[in-house]
């Protein structure tokens, strides 16, 4: 069993920052890839962004390329997402997933836990 849990969601204006961690339990977490969905109120789940097993590979949706890094650090188990120029369509619950795999992974079945999720608002 793989538990996730989120933090550093929030309320922040346009244009501000944010960063999301994502606390995962077990001495696995580093064998597998990780990603960041998001779903905004009355949308679909989205993938945001993924990262291979040793962080040396990521992937972004094209909706937050150049504004969002997703990095992880395996001696702390943890993955995080680094949001900046954030822009009111960013709202959304965000989700953090390990992969079945070491490899990016773009497709919500290529992924076997999630967490809570953690609300990201962005308004002024």
């Known amino acids: 069993q793989v538990q996730l849990v989120e933090s550093g969601g929030g309320l922040v204006q346009p244009g501000g920052s944010l960063r999301l961690s994502c606390a995962a339990s077990?001495?696995?977490?580093?064998?597998?890839?990780m990603g960041w969905f998001r779903q905004p109120p009355g949308k679909e789940r989205e993938l945001v962004a993924s990262?291979?097993?040793?962080?040396?590979?990521?992937y972004y949706a094209d909706s937050v390329k150049g504004r969002f890094t997703i990095s992880r650090d395996n001696a702390k188990n943890t993955v995080y997402l680094q949001m900046n120029s954030l822009k009111p369509e960013d709202t959304a619950v965000y989700y953090c997933?390990?992969?079945?795999?070491?490899?990016?992974?773009?497709?919500?079945?290529?992924?076997?836990?999630w967490g809570q999720g953690t609300q990201v608002t962005v308004s002024s």
């Open positions: 077990g001495r696995t977490f580093s064998r597998y890839a």
């Open positions: 997933n390990k992969g079945r795999g070491r490899i990016i992974a773009t497709m919500q079945y290529e992924y076997d836990y």
């Open positions: 990262i291979t097993w040793n962080g040396g590979n990521t």
